[in-house]
T-cell receptor
Framework: AQTVTQSQPEMSVQEAETVTLSCTYD???????LFWYKQPPSRQMILVIR??????QNATENRFSVNFQKAAKSFSLKISDSQLGDAAMYFC????????FGAGTRLTVKP | DAGVTQSPTHLIKTRGQHVTLRCSPI?????VSWYQQVLGQGPQFIFQ???????GRGNFPDRFSARQFPNYSSELNVNALLLGDSALYLC?????????????????FGSGTRLTVV
């Protein structure tokens, strides 16, 4: 069974600094998607970034980028120039047949 | 364009009762998936429907059931509610079969229904 592990329950970053959130997953499949979602107190899951497993190039979306290491089954999220609005729960997710989520990392941004 | 719409936003039920949660997907989306998110945890997959057929089921008891209507909206039903069913229930829609890689691309979540069982 596929599992997703986020080993950092909480992280904190100073505004304008860079922070990296970790995620590892376990799968025997070769084709899949990996996602990072942001969940603010409003509860809605907002897609931050997506990575196709067959692509070697790391995905980038403005201040958000990933470090995808397929052999190591690692998928970390880097947030550059952190902003107060980045504060939220961040979930790493794996998708093949259904979506599997990690337990989440609560990110606090200090002014 | 309207996003994924879930109703109601909040609900309080008593143990043993039945509840129906509703989800309207983004216009044109044919796949709907349901998730349960217990406080402090990540969402857990319950069901996925595509073109009115069940395409996936998570590890939930038979008290949980769902269906998808011809207009692609969906209902999640939970019978004989337990205190442990208290959670945020999230619905997500996508254009294609969410079990495919194409369907995974446009996966969009609603804001959820907060169910409290007392």
């Amino acid at each position: 069974a596929q599992t997703v592990t986020q080993s950092q329950p909480e992280m904190s970053v100073q505004e304008a600094e860079t922070v990296t959130l970790s995620c590892t997953y376990d799968t025997s499949e070769s084709d899949y998607y990996l996602f990072w979602y942001k969940q603010p107190p409003s509860r809605q899951m907002i897609l931050v970034i997506r990575q196709e497993a067959y692509k070697q190039q790391n995905a980038t979306e403005n201040r958000f980028s990933v470090n995808f290491q397929k052999a190591a089954k690692s998928f970390s999220l880097k947030i550059s120039d952190s902003q107060l609005g980045d504060a939220a729960m961040y979930f790493c997710a794996y998708r093949s047949n259904d979506m599997r989520f990690g337990a989440g990392t609560r990110l606090t941004v200090k002014p | 364009d309207a996003g994924v719409t879930q109703s109601p936003t909040h609900l309080i039920k008593t143990r043993g009762q039945h509840v129906t949660l509703r989800c309207s997907p983004i216009s044109g989306h044919k796949s709907v998936s349901w998730y349960q998110q217990v406080l402090g945890q990540g969402p857990q997959f319950i069901f996925q429907y595509y073109e009115k057929e069940e395409r996936g089921r998570g590890n939930f008891p038979d008290r949980f059931s769902a269906r998808q209507f011809p207009n692609y909206s969906s209902e999640l039903n939970v019978n004989a509610l337990l205190l442990g069913d208290s959670a945020l229930y999230l619905c997500a829609s996508s254009l294609a079969d969410a079990g495919t890689l194409l369907g995974a691309r446009g996966y969009t979540f609603g804001s959820g229904t907060r169910l409290t069982v007392v």
